[in-house]
């Protein structure tokens, strides 16, 4: 049996979430760097944009409805995403992220509280690095707690620059920082807990007077400082959760590294992954203990694997279903449902509504498309089977075409149960084979034929003996 949909690579919490509790993602920005039309947080990693991915880690602690913050590109972030799980609000000229984070204020206008405010471009977060933080931010008391990072190579990251006792003065960006600030190597993840209150009184404050003549949420935390509030870090020791994409190849490094412990989950739970180096399992994607995951395979969308299955080596499937003891060996599955114990492949290729019940057969160059094949049938080489229903242990022979398209429209063509399809053999549709029946190999069917009868749609041989014989003496004798 397949299990539920769930949360895909991550594990369920097994904390409490927050019952008050905010969020923010700023997911407005251009991403320049990107060089790409999309909206940089629309970038998927592992199949899911990366603002969903925050705004995923938010729920899972407790925000039913984080508020996301578009401007370039908001109407296509808006569409790809899940519909009445965010509070949309725009940004519609991207002036830095202070000012990003102003454009949510209506919708927390009456909130008092601890919030979240995070970018969209941070994929690797986890429920649990963003409840820890909060805990410490409830914990401590503190007006704003920055999620904080140290790393070898800080370059680009604002820094958190500390007073002789250690304490939180400010941050300071990359590119507004002094040589001695550069040398920090604690770095903002920009992942804020802010009481709500405090920073939306503060936020229209800042000035945009810097390097990039942005007005940055960072900027915040001196204020807080300025005016007594209590700051607190949350240092994490996994850089990856707090990672952020601004170009391609931290995409790539993103995409990698949430690869990797996807695979990895799969594995604990009793999958076996032979290659993870050429194995791409997307985030949503479900497979149960037992299955065999073999090399240059691709599983995307929110596919289900059912147990002790092989699939690949060279496989794709996408947004599909595979039964329980199912092969799916270097074929290509799109949209499509595998019941129990079929062998697909090698070469197979099911579209979307390819319907397949138990213990079914689709060998090599087998094509199907918006098809059902009850149980036991077996279509094993060469064949189109497109708007079709095939009954229960039908045989469809080497070669076999449903001619479904006339031009204009699509027809059904309906083949009962134990009939035998001789090799290529063309079935016009709209068309109906009754069940046990034969259809003797090279037919064209045009006419439906009756159950148990045989249909013959083909020229009759013709033999004429010493026909060969003859022609080479011609030929010899140069006639
Ligand atoms: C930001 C922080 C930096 C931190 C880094 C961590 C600022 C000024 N700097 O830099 O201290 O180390 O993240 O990854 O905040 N956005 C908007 N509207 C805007 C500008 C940006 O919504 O007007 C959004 C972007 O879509 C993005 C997020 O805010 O999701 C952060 O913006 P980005 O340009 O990536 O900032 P960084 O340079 O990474
Ligand atoms: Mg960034």
Redesign the pocket.
């Known amino acids: 049996m397949l299990a539920g949909f769930g949360w895909g690579y991550r594990d369920r919490l097994n904390m409490q979430a927050f019952e008050a509790l905010a969020g923010i993602v700023?997911?407005?920005?251009k991403?320049t760097r990107m060089k790409s039309d999309l909206?940089?947080?629309l970038h998927a990693v592992c199949g899911i944009p990366m603002?969903e991915h925050m705004g995923r880690a938010m729920k899972q602690i407790g925000i039913a409805k984080p508020v996301l913050?578009i401007?370039h590109g908001g109407e296509l972030l808006q569409g790809s995403l899940p519909e009445g799980e965010y509070e949309f609000v725009w940004?519609r000229e991207?002036?830095?992220?202070a000012?990003?984070a102003i454009m949510a204020q209506p919708v927390l206008a009456d909130y008092d509280g601890p919030v979240l405010i995070t970018?969209?471009?941070?994929p690797l977060v986890t429920a649990e690095a963003l409840h820890a933080l909060v805990s410490k931010h409830l914990a401590t008391g503190a007006k704003a707690t920055i999620g904080t990072c140290r790393l070898t190579d800080p370059t680009?990251?604002?820094r958190i620059v500390r007073d002789g006792d250690g304490m939180v003065t400010k941050?300071v960006?990359h590119k507004d920082a002094t040589d001695s600030q550069l040398e920090i190597d604690e770095?903002?993840?920009?992942i804020y807990c802010f009481d709500a209150k405090t920073v939306f009184e503060i936020l229209p404050t800042l000035s945009a007077e810097n390097a990039?003549g942005?007005y940055?949420?960072?900027d915040a935390i001196e204020k807080i400082v300025q005016a007594g509030g209590r700051v607190e870090t949350f240092i994490y020791e996994d850089f990856f959760v707090?990672q952020?994409v601004?170009d391609p190849w931290q995409l790539a490094e993103a995409s990698t590294e949430m690869r990797r412990r996807i695979l990895k989950r799969h594995c604990l739970n009793g999958v076996q992954v032979i290659d993870p180096a050429t194995t791409f399992i997307a985030a949503d994607v479900q497979i149960e203990a037992g299955t065999v995951i073999h090399p240059m395979t691709t599983i995307e969308g929110d596919s289900r694997i059912g147990a002790s299955c092989h699939i690949g080596p060279l496989s794709v499937v996408v947004s599909s279903q595979v039964g329980d003891g199912s092969t799916v060996l270097m074929s290509h599955i799109n949209r499509a449902q595998v019941g129990e114990d079929c062998r697909i492949g090698p070469y197979a290729h099911l579209r979307p509504k390819a319907l397949l019940g138990d213990k079914v057969k689709v060998g090599n160059f087998v094509e199907i498309k918006n098809a059902l094949l009850e149980d036991g049938v077996s279509a094993g080489h060469l064949a189109y089977l497109g708007d079709a229903k095939i009954g229960a242990h039908s045989n469809i022979g080497a070669g076999t075409i449903t001619c479904n398209y006339d031009g204009v429209h699509k027809h059904l063509t309906q083949v009962g149960a134990n009939v035998f399809v001789g090799s290529n053999s063309t079935l016009v549709a709209p068309l109906e084979i009754g069940e046990g029946a034969y259809v003797a190999a090279g037919s064209v069917i045009t006419s439906p034929v009756a159950s148990d009868a045989l249909a013959l749609g083909r020229a009759r041989q013709v033999e004429k003996p010493q026909w060969a014989s003859r022609r080479r003496k011609k030929l010899e004798q140069g006639q």
């Open positions: 700023l997911a407005a920005g991403g909206p940089k947080c603002a913050v401007g940004q991207q002036l830095g992220t000012h990003a970018p969209g471009d941070v680009g990251y604002g941050i960006e770095i903002n993840s920009a990039q942005e940055y949420l960072p707090f952020g601004n």
